[in-house]
């Protein structure tokens, strides 16, 4: 079993930045895979970003390149998700996701990909 633990989040103004954390404790193999997954109220789960283990290869969605930085930290199984110039858009509540493999490309962006999952955490992003 993986547990996960987010923090930061919170209410951003547009052109804001916000950073979240994510923390993976239990039996987590040297191959993973993190992941950050964000829902808005009445629309679907959607892929952010992710990174893999070994190699620490990062993968993002078209929405947020350029604004979204996701980093980690292998041996913390840390992961963190860098948010610069927030829109009134990437308002959802965030998830960590986490994988015990290293996934393939193909497989970063599905959510049913993972196996575990932390609670979310919101961020809003409003004038």
């Known amino acids: 079993q993986v547990q996960l633990v987010e923090s930061g989040g919170g209410l951003a103004r547009p052109g804001d930045s916000l950073r979240i954390s994510c923390a993976a404790s239990?039996?987590?193999?040297?191959?993973?895979?993190m992941g950050w997954f964000r829902q808005a109220p009445g629309k679907e789960r959607e892929f952010v970003a992710a990174?893999?283990?070994?190699?620490?290869?990062?993968h993002y969605a078209d929405a947020v390149k350029g604004r979204f930085t996701i980093s980690g930290d292998r041996y913390k199984n840390t992961a963190f998700l860098q948010m610069d110039s927030l829109k009134p858009e990437d308002t959802a509540v965030y998830y960590c996701?986490?994988?015990?493999?290293?996934?393939?490309?193909?497989?970063?962006?599905?959510?049913?990909?993972?196996?575990?999952w932390g609670r979310g955490t919101q961020v809003t992003v409003s004038s």
């Open positions: 239990g039996r987590t193999n040297n191959k993973y895979t």
């Open positions: 990174i893999r283990w070994n190699g620490g290869d990062i």
């Open positions: 996701a986490f994988d015990n493999s290293r996934l393939i490309l193909s497989s970063l962006g599905g959510g049913d990909n993972y196996d575990y």
